[in-house]
């Protein structure tokens, strides 16, 4: 598929669910560049910020309210339009707002979507958590005491140091055995999975740690 952009520096995605001038503009300091996911561009426009382009199915579009940005319609109904806008696009990293909080099966259709674009580094913002899929492995330096909540999306092994409750002894799936509400004990956290299919979820306060060790490390 050709891509509609190819961007050399991060990209603020913005869905249509919650989302407030407080997360946008934590967003929009990393991803200079604003990509709207169908009606997420009345959100983004609402708040004050630009959208450089929407993309998406339109069905959540007034185009008599939007002016400005590149509108790049993808009809197909097979797909979210979060999905829509992840193969459609590249950069170093995404940082999704408006795609956590409000209708529960867009979130979990949210979740779905850093599966099935796992070859794209995408770290989704809420009101209180940031949620993204693990690389193979990854180390963050965090306070201890941090909450830290494993969630898999397939079945899925791996190995902790830095977790109060350690995870090697565990085969993870969504339907026998989650990571809810872990902790950790010690400043550095140490992660590695033998596939990609966790998802970590942290206090959204620390998106800038996870940007920087994670993503750009």
């Not at 579009?61 to 790049?72: A, E, F, I, N, Y």
């Not at 259709?109 to 070859?119: I, K």
Request: hydrophobic share 45%.
């Amino acid at each position: 598929m050709t891509l509609i952009l190819d961007s050399k520096t991060p990209i603020t995605l913005v869905g249509g669910g919650p989302v407030d001038e407080r997360l946008l503009a934590l967003a929009v300091a990393h991803g200079t560049t604003v990509i709207a996911a169908d009606g997420g561009v009345h959100r983004a426009q609402n708040l004050g910020v630009t959208v450089d382009h929407v993309i998406g199915d339109m069905d959540s579009v007034d185009l008599s309210k939007v002016d400005g940005p590149q509108m790049h319609p993808i009809a197909e109904q097979m797909s979210t339009d979060l999905d829509k806008c992840l193969r459609s696009c590249d950069a170093p990293y995404f940082i999704g707002v408006g795609f956590l909080g409000g209708r529960l099966d867009h979130q979990m259709a949210a979740c779905h979507s850093l599966v099935e674009a796992s070859d794209r580094q995408v770290v989704l913002i809420g009101e209180e958590d940031l949620c993204f899929l693990a690389p193979f492995s990854l180390s963050l330096i965090l306070p201890v005491g941090t909450r830290v909540s494993l969630f898999p999306m397939g079945e899925v092994e791996g190995n902790s140091v830095g977790l109060k409750w350690p995870i090697h002894a565990y085969r993870f799936s969504p339907a026998l055995m989650i990571g809810t509400s872990n902790e950790t004990d010690s400043e550095r956290l140490e992660l590695k999975f033998d596939r990609r299919r966790m998802l970590v979820i942290l206090p959204v306060e620390f998106i800038d740690d996870v940007i920087s060790q994670v993503f750009v490390s």
